[in-house]
Structure formats: C-alpha cells, structure tokens
T-cell receptor
Framework: NAGVMQNPRHLVRRRGQEARLRCSPM?????VYWYRQLPEEGLKFMVY????????ESGMPKERFSAEFPKEGPSILRIQQVVRGDSAAYFC??????????FGSGTRLTVV | GDSVTQMEGPVTLSEEAFLTINCTYT??????LFWYVQYPGEGLQLLLK?????DKGSNKGFEATYRKETTSFHLEKGSVQVSDSAVYFC?????????????FGKGTKLTVNP
C-alpha cells in the first residue's frame, strides 16, 4: 500500500509563472490537507479538502492560491504568478476519516 | 487563537544522553497533542500522540505526557542514538466543525553525536 505520493519532489519556477503541485492520497483516504513549511518554520495549515469539496480554506492566501480534489485523480495545489516569497516546502497529508494523518514527502518549490 | 511553543534549537547531545524538548500550548477546549519527527529531505512522521489529560504517548523510547494543568507536552527520551538526529515538531489539533487541522510549533533540530 503506497503512502501519500507528492510530485514533483522539486519544482523551480520563475517569478510570474504558475506552479502546480500534485498529491495522491493513500488508497481509501478521502480527506486531504495541504500545509506549507517556510524555511526554519513549522508547518502552517493551508486547506482541507474532501472529494470535490473544499471544507476549510482558512489558511489559504486570498489571492493566487487555489486547491482542488476532484472525483478522479490527485489533489492539486495551484499557485498562479509565483513570487519569491512562495518558495517553501508544501506538504500534503491524507486520512481515511477525521483522524490519523499520513504525510507525503513534500514538494520543494523554488522561485527564481 | 491556538498556538504551540517549543524550545528553540538546535540541540546537540552525545549518544546515550537524556533528551528533553519542551512544548507548551494555548488552546480552548481539549486539544489532542502530537509529536512529529522530520528526517532530512522527508515528510513528517507521527512519533506519538495523546488525546486527553494525563495520557502518556510513547514510541521508540520517546515519551510525552499530556499535562493540562501546565498546558505542556514535553518530549523525553532516556538514551538518544545517532539515528534520532532529526527535527521534532510539537503540534495540536482541535475538531473545528469537522476540520482537524494541525497547529505546529517551529520545530527543534536535534543532532546526536557518536
């Protein structure tokens, strides 16, 4: 049973480009959480999704960031018009219900 | 709002030394408390957890006790190994309308020397 799969592991974007981060939850998990880890910081909650629904997006920046978890396929975190301050590690976690997270290995985004 | 404060690192110990990493929290109600470990270049792994006051979580020789009176969840290990070198995060969660998002401390980097 594969764990939470995130890709790409590393992503480099120039300022102004779009970044798309993918997260495939563990088999049977229908809850997905996205977190961002800035350098030398702990993880900060961004968004919580269930299939086809955004449940809690209280941690998402108001502009340029969006997330989805379609009926089929991975969850996607999308960052439009990236800026240097978006450089961070983005972690996805999944759970089968409302308890017991499993984290992926993260996507490290570098904006140049 | 909810917050977690943990001792700042880095912490450097010799093998077989005793480890304590302090963690205190601020939250309304009765949160669940967690310790996660992050090895270089990897995601977070749950180390241990406690869901109510006076519970003790334990795993791989690590322990932490949920102390409501002092709002603390300090991580301890009696004899550390080189393989314990990692970043340790204290975290809490509260069920808020079905969302169990985690609130993390800033992390404490532990280096264990042979």
């Amino acid at each position: 049973n594969a764990g939470v799969m995130q890709n790409p592991r590393h992503l480099v974007r120039r300022r102004g480009q779009e970044a798309r981060l993918r997260c495939s939850p563990m088999k049977g998990h229908s809850h997905v959480y996205w977190y961002r880890q800035l350098p030398e910081e702990g993880l900060k909650f961004m968004v919580y999704l269930q299939k086809e629904n955004i449940i809690d997006e209280s941690g998402m920046p108001k502009e340029r960031f969006s997330a989805e978890f379609p009926k089929e396929g991975p969850s996607i975190l999308r960052i439009q018009q990236v800026v240097r301050g978006d450089s961070a590690a983005y972690f996805c976690a999944s759970s089968p219900s409302q308890a017991g997270y499993t984290f992926g290995s993260g996507t490290r985004l570098t904006v140049v | 709002g909810d917050s977690v404060t943990q001792m700042e690192g880095p912490v450097t110990l010799s093998e077989e030394a005793f480890l304590t990493i302090n963690c205190t929290y601020t939250a309304t109600g009765y949160p669940s408390l967690f310790w996660y470990v992050q090895y270089p270049g990897e995601g977070l792994q749950l180390l241990l957890k406690a869901t109510k006051a006076d519970d003790k979580g334990s795993n791989k020789g690590f322990e932490a006790t949920y102390r409501k009176e002092t709002t603390s969840f300090h991580l301890e290990k009696g004899s550390v190994q080189v393989s314990d070198s990692a970043v340790y995060f204290c975290a809490l969660s509260r069920d808020q309308g079905g969302s169990e998002k985690l609130v993390f401390g800033k992390g404490t980097k532990l280096t264990v020397n042979p």
